[in-house]
């Protein structure tokens, strides 16, 4: 199974950018589609974005559309989150998951079963 850590999080200004990275470990990367969601304090867990298993698919969420970028790099096992404009709304820990390509792009928190621990984002005013 694989397991997921983040990274790149941080303090930023808003009109900033910032780049996270989920870095996976175990077997079989390319199999997953992967997602980004994000929780802030006091408020349900969101969709982000979603990229299928080759980069090809990818979906956001009407908040971050043309601001954000999802992209993955199998060869590093990896997926990105370029996060540009950003608002001090979007204040959240940020986390990665995996799920297995069925072919189609997944939204919802409960189709995931692999979860990163999340990175820090805050963007001040």
């Known amino acids: 199974q694989v397991q997921l850590v983040e990274s790149g999080g941080g303090l930023v200004q808003a009109g900033g950018s910032l780049r996270l990275s989920c870095a996976a470990s175990g077997r079989a990367f390319s199999i997953y589609s992967m997602g980004w969601f994000r929780q802030a304090p006091g408020k349900e867990r969101e969709f982000v974005a979603a990229?299928?298993?080759?980069?090809?698919?990818?979906v956001y969420a009407d908040y971050v559309e043309g601001r954000f970028t999802i992209s993955r790099d199998n060869a590093k096992n990896t997926v990105y989150l370029q996060m540009n404009s950003l608002k001090p709304e979007d204040t959240a820990v940020y986390l990665c998951a995996a799920v297995k390509d069925s072919g189609s792009l997944r939204r919802r928190v409960s189709d995931y079963f692999v979860w990163g621990q999340g990175t820090q984002v805050t963007v001040s005013s």
């Open positions: 990229i299928n298993w080759n980069g090809i698919l990818t």
